[in-house]
């Protein structure tokens, strides 16, 4: 089942959120703690394959306390291959839940199902479809990645494998969707200012600001020499955007009034090749500081954090 596979705590610490994204019941919805062990105790269990779930937990915030299980969520639609809660994201009454293999759009484009907490149900709000068509399944396209702003309605949705002008195979792109009463809908798209084939721009995001008003985005396949943090002329002018294969990225943009635009892309003070910089990212509420991940060196078995 690949139970811990994505993780979000709310705001207060009280709930956590465990996705399962290979596992196999073919439940659609929410249940509570009972519904949930009535329905393993019977004939749908285990009948859709990798359809995913998420599982809810109330936390005890004195040490010691045990977790308790509340609520079983799963993929409304068809649910063949979704990989539900490969990644999620907790704001409030707000939960979006990632399923980058999913066919709800087109086959295995990958889409994001948005919950809300009322009357202590958790129910499907609304479903975001991928913007291009997708293959084969995958875990890295449409919902790969997520981030809810503090005020939880503003969305950021990672598509780390989307094809790029038409021809850029897994260039990726990121999508920031904004709440309008019970839809979501698309404010804005961005890519990679130079985008090259298997970059995976949109392979982790993260919002700032309590209204999400700063956005970062990993890049882990970025291969540019390029040290420290860039302006877009230099990403533009980069005299060797090639030469660090794998070394990696973050991109970082800023909202003012309705126009979002480039800040700064953020490297590490020495690119490293197969370092992955990039693969995740996290900004504070303020959007002041954001922590950038590694997977580790090329043959070293060790990983850093970047604080910027």
């Not at 969520?73 to 490969?86: I, M, N, R, Y």
């Not at 897994?170 to 309008?180: C, E, N, T, W, Y």
């Not at 961005?190 to 970059?199: C, E, H, K, S, T």
């Amino acid at each position: 089942d690949q139970f811990g596979s994505a993780v979000a705590l709310s705001q207060s610490g009280g709930e956590l959120f465990v996705g399962a994204p290979f596992e196999d019941s073919e439940a659609q919805g929410g249940f509570t703690a009972p519904q949930a062990l009535a329905l393993f105790a019977g004939p749908q269990a285990g009948q859709r394959e990798d359809s995913g779930a998420v599982y809810r937990f109330r936390v005890g915030l004195a040490v010691g306390e045990p977790l308790l299980l509340e609520h079983y969520l799963k993929p409304v639609g068809e649910t063949q291959d979704a990989f539900f809660g490969a990644s999620l994201a907790a704001q409030g009454s707000t939960l979006a839940v990632g399923a980058p293999g999913a066919s709800w759009g087109a086959p295995h484009a990958g889409g994001v199902q948005l919950f809300r907490s009322g009357g202590g149900a958790w129910a499907l709000e609304h479903t975001l479809y991928a913007l291009q068509p997708g293959a084969a399944a995958s875990l890295a396209r449409f919902g790969a990645a997520l981030a809810l702003s503090g005020d939880g309605n503003r969305l950021a949705v990672g598509d780390p494998e989307a094809t790029a002008f038409g021809t850029v195979a897994k260039a990726g792109a990121a999508h920031v969707f904004q709440r309008s009463g019970v839809q979501w809908v698309v404010q804005e798209s961005f890519g990679a200012i130079v985008p090259r084939q298997n970059d995976r721009f949109g392979f982790s995001v993260a919002l700032g600001d309590p209204r999400g008003d700063v956005l970062s985005v990993g890049v882990p396949e970025d291969d540019s020499a390029l040290e420290g943090l860039q302006r877009q002329s230099e990403v533009e002018a980069d005299p060797n955007p090639t030469g660090r294969r794998d070394a990696g990225a973050v991109v970082r943009y800023v909202r003012s009034g309705s126009a979002w635009s480039f800040q700064a892309r953020l490297k590490s003070a020495a690119p490293a090749q197969d370092e992955f910089f990039g693969r995740a990212v996290v900004t504070t509420r303020d959007g002041r500081l954001t922590a950038v991940g590694t997977r580790g060196q090329s043959g070293s078995a060790s990983v850093s954090i970047h604080v910027y």
